[in-house]
């Protein structure tokens, strides 16, 4: 299976709060986990990334956690801040080929 | 700081069209790629390119062609442009060693009517 499954489709947080992005896949050999931020009239850009072996990867205010057996990953937003609203994208790779989730816009209101 | 740029941000154009999106890189990557961008689903895949001349389907390839002559540059092809694909357009381009890491260009919103 190729597919890369995300919740929620849309996330309203608090100033200060902590966002929380849920990413599935099927496919085991993927290797690499990167999320995608994507502000209006922008194309995306990587914001962090994380390899299967590693159970979390903290950037800042960005944490990916990684679940394995679970073949599950999410990403945490802490202090989110309104300068984070946009929509983020989840992705898992084998190869060349990035296997897109389907977004989640997230606000945060000040 | 690496830069795609795509030529047109906004099209517009009528069933039937040829139409031609270009896109550049300008830093020597040897990937090249194609998506569209819709609501609820994501980016897919069009094509994709990894050297002159080469390139490879994707997961929605149908009514869409790509060309490749040089290296920085990678043009994506509508032969006979529908209302199925007003679409948000996306290139991207990355190294061979770190595919997961691509960059975006800004996109081009092409509607057809």
């Known amino acids: 299976q190729q597919q890369v499954k995300q919740s929620p489709q849309s996330l309203i947080v608090q100033k200060g709060g902590i966002s929380i992005i849920n990413c599935a896949y099927e496919?085991?050999?993927?290797?690499?986990f990167p999320w995608y931020q994507q502000f209006p009239g922008k194309g995306p850009a990587l914001l962090i990334a994380?390899?299967?072996?590693?159970s979390e990867k903290k950037e800042g205010r960005f944490t990916i956690s990684f679940n394995k057996s679970a073949k599950q990953f999410s990403l945490h937003i802490m202090d989110s801040q309104p300068g984070d609203s946009a929509t983020y994208f989840c992705?898992?790779?084998?190869?060349?080929?990035?296997?897109f989730g389907s977004g989640t816009r997230l606000l945060v209101r000040p | 700081d690496v830069k795609v740029t795509q030529s047109s941000r906004y099209l517009v154009k009528r069933t039937g069209e040829k139409v031609f999106l270009e896109c550049v890189q300008d830093?020597?990557?040897?990937?090249m790629f194609w998506y569209r961008q819709d609501p609820g689903l994501g980016l897919r895949l069009i094509y994709f390119?990894?050297?002159?001349?080469?390139?490879e389907k994707g997961d929605i390839p149908e009514g869409y062609s790509v060309s490749r002559e040089k290296k920085e540059r990678f043009s994506l092809i509508l032969e006979s442009a529908s209302t199925n694909q007003t679409s948000m357009y996306l290139c991207?381009?990355?190294?061979?060693?770190?595919?997961?890491?691509?960059?975006f260009g800004p996109g081009t919103r092409l509607t057809v009517t």
């Open positions: 991207a381009s990355s190294w061979v060693r770190s595919g997961y890491e691509q960059y």
């Open positions: 496919n085991t050999a993927f290797d690499y």
């Open positions: 994380i390899r299967p072996d590693v």
């Open positions: 992705a898992a790779t084998g190869s060349y080929k990035l296997i």
């Open positions: 830093m020597d990557h040897e990937n």
């Open positions: 390119s990894y050297d002159v001349k080469m390139k």
